[in-house]
């Protein structure tokens, strides 16, 4: 009984080990994408700069909503659903500024309503990764979708995949 009672403490040992390393992998991706994407927002602002100052304000204006959710969420462990889809809808909004008609998004009104919760900035951070590594252009849109099935939250999008060519 007492072997038992030592394998089931060190199992709860090891699962609390494999919790915290899987907490600091995400802390550190998130770090890691903040720079990444303020490197490109920059560039698209200054852009706009010239060409549309009226976009350029409003882009900005965005921009500065995304940076106030990463601060205000950073610390939090889980979000309601609803609060990360209205950041989501913020960083779409940016890449809509930036890729205009080549890019579309679908996000279900049903989401709003459930009471799910979800790790801060995991939308942003799928929705970053589906624009990197698909094609994004005005003759082959990416299509992005958000969705619930079942008691899943469902990413998906029309899987325009970047062709790697050989040197």
């Not at 007492?2 to 802390?27: D, G, L």
């Not at 809808?89 to 009104?109: C, G, H």
């Not at 989401?111 to 900035?121: A, Y």
């Amino acid at each position: 009984m007492q072997e038992w009672k030592k394998s089931a403490e060190q199992e709860k040992r090891q699962q609390q080990i494999i919790a915290k390393t899987e907490s600091a992998k995400f802390e550190s991706l998130k770090t890691q994408i903040d720079p990444h994407f303020l490197f490109n927002s920059l560039n698209v602002l200054t852009s706009l700069i010239s060409e549309n100052p009226e976009k350029a304000e409003k882009f900005t204006t965005k921009l500065s909503k995304v940076y106030r959710y990463v601060l205000e969420q950073r610390n939090k462990e889980l979000v309601p659903i609803s609060e990360e889809l209205d950041f989501a809808k913020t960083y779409i909004d940016l890449l809509q500024m930036r890729f205009e008609n080549a890019i579309r998004f679908e996000i279900s009104a049903e989401l709003h309503k459930t009471e799910l919760k979800i790790v801060p900035l995991s939308l942003q951070l799928l929705l970053e990764n589906a624009v990197k590594h698909n094609v994004v252009s005005v003759s082959e849109p990416l299509t992005i979708k958000i969705y619930k099935k079942d008691e899943f939250l469902v990413i998906e999008n029309n899987k325009n995949v970047k062709q790697i060519l050989d040197r």
